[in-house]
């Protein structure tokens, strides 16, 4: 392999051991070494992959997070051309990605929390980039709110506390209840205006 192949490689093989330690036992409790002898690389090697242990947790975040917005994205595309058809293929898509892999859930709403000032900005700009596709889906449609980004700013947040309780209940709410609560939410808070009366 070339310099530049094996500089790749090692940096694939940091992200997945990152991927299965910051979600367990987390961020916080894993270590460079830690990290180093599941890739199978030398603590010099690290560095030249990544500036440290919070550089290596933002490019795996940024990763799980456009992987999200690209599956959401494609199933809003092809839902329904209503409010209710695209909230619920884009509710349902983003559910059933993001708790296919216990790991990625974790990373995204979880680990994400706890490191600290550590992924302030990754998280910001993903709570972003997903409160625009939410205004984008329902921009065709009229509604009762009077900020449609501060609605889609709450509605990504609710879906975010949902993922969070399934990940840290004991009693696990069943996939197809939090799709539809998360559905209920966003269409009570993104709906059209009641014009009856």
Not at 28 to 33: L, M
Not at 117 to 146: C, G, M, N, Y
Request: net charge negative; hydrophobic share 40%.
């Amino acid at each position: 392999m070339s310099a530049e192949q094996r500089l790749a490689d090692r940096r694939e093989r940091l992200m997945t051991a990152a991927y299965t330690l910051y979600a367990k036992p987390g961020f916080a409790a894993t270590t460079i070494e830690r990290l180093c002898s599941e890739a199978r690389i030398s603590n010099r090697a690290f560095y030249e992959c990544f500036g440290g242990r919070e550089e290596l947790l933002q490019a795996l975040h940024e990763r799980c997070v456009e992987e999200s917005l690209a599956v959401v994205t494609k199933a809003v595309q092809e839902a329904p051309n209503t409010l209710e058809g695209r909230v619920k293929a884009g509710i349902r898509a983003y559910i059933e990605f993001t708790t296919a892999d216990w790991r990625r859930a974790r990373i995204m709403h979880v680990e994400v929390r706890r490191s600290g000032d550590v992924l302030t900005t990754s998280r910001q700009r993903a709570i972003e980039d997903f409160a625009r596709l939410v205004e984008e889906a329902s921009s065709d449609f009229p509604q009762a709110a009077p900020n449609r980004r501060l609605v889609a700013l709450g509605v990504v947040g609710a879906l975010q506390e949902l993922l969070i309780e399934w990940l840290l209940t004991d009693d696990q709410p069943h996939i197809d209840e939090l799709v539809d609560t998360a559905v209920h939410i966003f269409i009570q808070s993104l709906g059209a205006p009641d014009t009856a009366g």
